[in-house]
């Protein structure tokens, strides 16, 4: 083996192999292997670990992770299905999934359109990149049986995902429920519900325990309101706007809004309608997201702890992964209600 220093290869015509690594470090080309996919644990020396970790920084060497994954049936990515990144709830959702995942795998996101349910037909495009895994925001039973047998998943905030299938879902229940109990706590016994009409079963969930709540204390929950079709700031003021006049005349005191991006639209329209929140209107929202805390008056929501979930999801892949056993196949993370400014009057 040389001692002297090799100069990195900057040439595209020299493709430095694991072969020539080997023989700079004095090793086989398998140690260079169990190196390179990070394996030495128990079976690589320190010293021999450090050789050829030195020999991959002189040669220049960078893994060949398309041959790899050729070689061994499957690659290092992960695919995360989220819908809308630029909302914060899934920024959260991917920083706890590469809290876990970062350092070994390759995160590939596929977005879907903002509060829909990700497609099959368009994750399957991504079949051919031979995933290691699969991450699942919000699909549904039929998305689930098109996933090959053979692939990984874990679903996120799936409550219809089926018992065979590991899932991390919000208690949304819960959420829904401590909502009904505040404002009731606080007199409100008319309300409006602002929902949105994208089919996933998370926001099905949350109507069907709020209402159920609400009935159970009593309280009015106004029925045939607007309904958006997306989750979309804008979208949700307009519902607001058409709805108004019939909130009023109900003497409504209050919009329990299924995510807090539509709340962000109520309380923009009901600013321009002249409406002081919360002494003539409260209005909820659900996610909690980072701007809620700063608004003015700050949104009273649900907090689902977004990044804590991307952590427990990713840790269940991962143990899939390993061959490790779960033993809880479908997690509920707790729901935690946030008190703020357009729901109380200090």
Same mark, same amino acid.
């Given at each position: 083996?040389?001692?002297?220093?090799?100069?990195?290869?900057?040439?595209?015509?020299?493709?430095?192999?694991?072969?020539?690594?080997?023989?700079?470090?004095?090793?086989?080309?398998?140690?260079?292997?169990?190196?390179? $996919?990070?394996?030495?644990?128990?079976?690589?020396?320190?010293? $021999?670990?450090?050789?050829?970790?030195?020999?991959?920084?002189?040669?220049?060497?960078?893994?060949?992770?398309?041959? +790899?994954?050729?070689?061994?049936?499957?690659?290092?990515?992960?695919?995360?299905?989220?819908?809308?990144?630029?909302?914060?709830?899934?920024?959260?959702?991917? +920083?706890?999934?590469?809290?876990?995942?970062?350092?070994?795998?390759?995160?590939?996101? +596929?977005?879907?359109?903002?509060?829909?349910?990700?497609?099959?037909?368009?994750?399957?495009?991504?079949?051919?990149?031979?995933?290691?895994?699969?991450?699942?925001?919000?699909?549904?039973?039929?998305?689930?049986?098109?996933?090959? #047998?053979?692939?990984?998943?874990?679903?996120?905030?799936?409550?219809?995902?089926?018992?065979?299938?590991?899932?991390?879902?919000?208690?949304?229940?819960?959420?829904?429920?401590?909502?009904?109990?505040?404002?009731?706590?606080?007199?409100?016994?008319?309300?409006?519900?602002?929902?949105?009409?994208?089919?996933?079963?998370?926001?099905?969930?949350?109507?069907?325990?709020?209402?159920?709540? #609400?009935?159970?204390?009593?309280?009015?929950?106004?029925?045939?309101?607007?309904?958006?079709?997306?989750?979309?700031?804008?979208?949700?003021?307009?519902?607001?706007?058409?709805?108004?006049?019939?909130?009023?005349?109900?003497?409504?005191?209050?919009?329990?809004?299924?995510?807090?991006?539509?709340?962000?639209?109520?309380?923009?329209?009901? %600013?321009?309608?002249?409406?002081?929140?919360?002494?003539?209107?409260?209005?909820?929202?659900?996610?909690?997201?980072?701007?809620?805390?700063?608004? $003015?008056?700050?949104?009273?929501?649900?907090?689902?702890?977004?990044?804590?979930?991307?952590?427990?999801?990713?840790?269940?892949?991962? $143990?899939?992964?390993?061959?490790?056993?779960?033993?809880?196949?479908?997690?509920?993370?707790?729901? %935690?209600?946030?008190? %703020?400014?357009?729901?109380?009057?200090?």
């Amino acid at each position: 083996m040389s001692n002297a220093p090799h100069p990195r290869s900057d040439s595209p015509t020299r493709r430095v192999t694991a072969a020539m690594v080997a023989a700079e470090a004095g090793v086989s080309t398998a140690t260079v292997s169990l190196v390179v $996919n990070g394996k030495t644990a128990g079976r690589v020396s320190a010293a $021999n670990e450090q050789r050829v970790r030195e020999a991959i920084d002189r040669l220049g060497y960078v893994l060949d992770s398309v041959g +790899s994954s050729l070689a061994r049936g499957v690659s290092s990515t992960i695919i995360l299905v989220a819908p809308d990144i630029s909302n914060p709830f899934f920024a959260q959702l991917i +920083s706890g999934v590469r809290q876990v995942l970062a350092t070994d795998y390759h995160l590939l996101l +596929s977005v879907s359109d903002p509060g829909q349910r990700p497609s099959l037909t368009e994750v399957s495009r991504l079949f051919g990149q031979r995933p290691a895994g699969l991450i699942l925001h919000a699909p549904d039973p039929e998305f689930l049986a098109g996933v090959p #047998a053979h692939v990984p998943v874990v679903a996120v905030d799936a409550p219809d995902a089926p018992e065979t299938v590991p899932a991390v879902n919000f208690d949304v229940s819960q959420g829904a429920r401590l909502i009904a109990e505040h404002l009731h706590s606080r007199g409100h016994r008319t309300i409006a519900y602002l929902d949105a009409a994208t089919g996933t079963a998370t926001l099905r969930v949350r109507r069907e325990a709020f209402m159920a709540a #609400a009935t159970s204390l009593g309280m009015t929950v106004l029925q045939h309101l607007p309904v958006a079709t997306t989750i979309d700031i804008a979208a949700a003021g307009a519902s607001f706007t058409a709805a108004w006049p019939q909130m009023h005349a109900a003497q409504a005191s209050a919009v329990v809004c299924a995510t807090d991006t539509q709340a962000y639209g109520v309380l923009q329209e009901a %600013r321009a309608a002249g409406l002081e929140v919360p002494r003539d209107l409260a209005v909820t929202g659900f996610d909690d997201l980072p701007f809620s805390a700063s608004m $003015n008056p700050g949104l009273t929501s649900i907090n689902l702890a977004a990044d804590a979930v991307g952590v427990q999801a990713a840790t269940m892949l991962r $143990n899939l992964l390993s061959d490790t056993s779960i033993e809880q196949r479908q997690l509920i993370w707790p729901s %935690r209600l946030v008190v %703020r400014g357009s729901s109380a009057l200090d």
